[in-house]
Nanobody
Framework: QVQLVESGGGLVQPGGSLRLSCSAS????????MAWFRQAPGKEREFVAG????????FYADSAKGRFTISRDNAKNTLYLQMNSLKPEDTAVYYC???????????????????WGQGTQVTVSS
């Protein structure tokens, strides 16, 4: 079983930045791909960014390209999402997700992720 705990959310003005973190339990963090998803009020959960097991490959939703950066530190069992140039439409609950061991590459479908954090709220507003 893997437990994921997100942190770093909050209220930020348009154009500002936030860095989300996701701390994972267990000893096999480096044996699985990870991703960030988000869910805005009244909308379905959507893929934001994914990263392969060693961090060598990343993929972004069109809405995140050029503004967000996903990264991971396997020595610290931690996943990150650096978000710059934030817009009001980025307002959502952001979730960290992990695939099962042995699934080394990301997917943009939430059904492919076995473990989820509780989410952290990001609000972009002036």
């Amino acid at each position: 079983q893997v437990q994921l705990v997100e942190s770093g959310g909050g209220l930020v003005q348009p154009g500002g930045s936030l860095r989300l973190s996701c701390s994972a339990s267990g000893r096999t963090f480096d044996k699985k791909a990870m991703a960030w998803f988000r869910q805005a009020p009244g909308k379905e959960r959507e893929f934001v960014a994914g990263i392969s097991w060693r961090g060598g490959s990343t993929f972004y939703a069109d809405s995140a390209k050029g503004r967000f950066t996903i990264s991971r530190d396997n020595a610290k069992n931690t996943l990150y999402l650096q978000m710059n140039s934030l817009k009001p439409e980025d307002t959502a609950v952001y979730y960290c997700a992990a695939r099962r061991d042995g699934y080394y590459y990301y997917s943009d479908s939430d059904v492919d992720y076995a473990y989820w954090g509780q989410g952290t709220q990001v609000t972009v507003s002036s």
